[in-house]
Structures are given as C-alpha cells and as structure tokens.
C-alpha cells in the first residue's frame, strides 16, 4: 500500500514537497508519476532501493529532487521553481522488478495520488 502526502497549490516560481509512504517490503523501487489534464500520465522520477540511483525526467531535472528514507519506507519528492505546467495529479508507485523505472508498466503498485496546481 503506498500513501501520497502533500500537494496543494503554489504559485509559480515557488517550491512544494511531496512524500510517499509505502508499507509492506522494504525492498521497493519507488517513483511518481504525474498526469496533467486531458494529457497522458508521464514519469517523473524514481529511485532504486538498494544504492539509491535516481532518476528524471528531463522537464524537471535541476528543479526536482528525489529522496528516501528506508527506515520509514517513505520517499520524498522536492519540487522547486515550479512551473504551471507541472500543475498535475503525482503518484507515487512501487515494483520490485528490474525494468525500466522510468516505464509505467514497470510498476505494480499505485498510490492514490495527490494534486499540485502551479497557478502563474
């Protein structure tokens, strides 16, 4: 079970943070996703378990920053200089597998999600 916290709306230029808990094994990669309106969920950015590796996408590379906890199971997602087009639904999602963390398809498991609406 992963649950998503944070969200809200922000002006644009300005900074939010999202964390993701999951319970369960501790053994999850863990990433988001975002899907804004009318538009197709795209990834965002993910992080391995076991050293850490992350990775993102191009359109926030610089302004988004991913990190986790593994004591608690939780990842943490620091979204700065937020643009109006990163206003979106974000969840967070789970695999234990190895493909591509950056495919949706790679992902078992899926939060609820939580919105983020940049207003300009």
């Known amino acids: 079970q992963l649950q998503a916290f944070g969200g809200g709306l922000v002006q644009a230029g300005g900074s939010l943070g999202l964390s993701c808990a999951a319970s369960?094994?501790?053994?999850?990669?863990l990433g988001w996703f975002r899907q804004a309106p009318g538009k197709e969920r795209e990834f965002v950015t993910a992080?391995?378990?076991?050293?850490?590796?992350?990775y993102y996408a191009d359109s926030v590379k610089g302004r988004f920053t991913i990190s986790r906890e593994n004591a608690k199971n939780t990842i943490y997602l620091q979204m700065n200089s937020l643009k109006p087009e990163d206003t979106a639904i974000y969840y967070c999602?789970?695999?234990?597998?190895?493909?591509?963390?950056?495919?949706?398809?790679?992902?078992?498991?899926w939060g609820q999600g939580t919105e983020v609406t940049v207003s300009s």
């Open positions: 999602a789970a695999t234990v597998g190895s493909s591509s963390l950056t495919m949706e398809d790679s992902y078992y498991y």
């Open positions: 369960g094994r501790t053994t999850y990669h």
């Open positions: 992080i391995t378990w076991n050293d850490g590796s992350a």
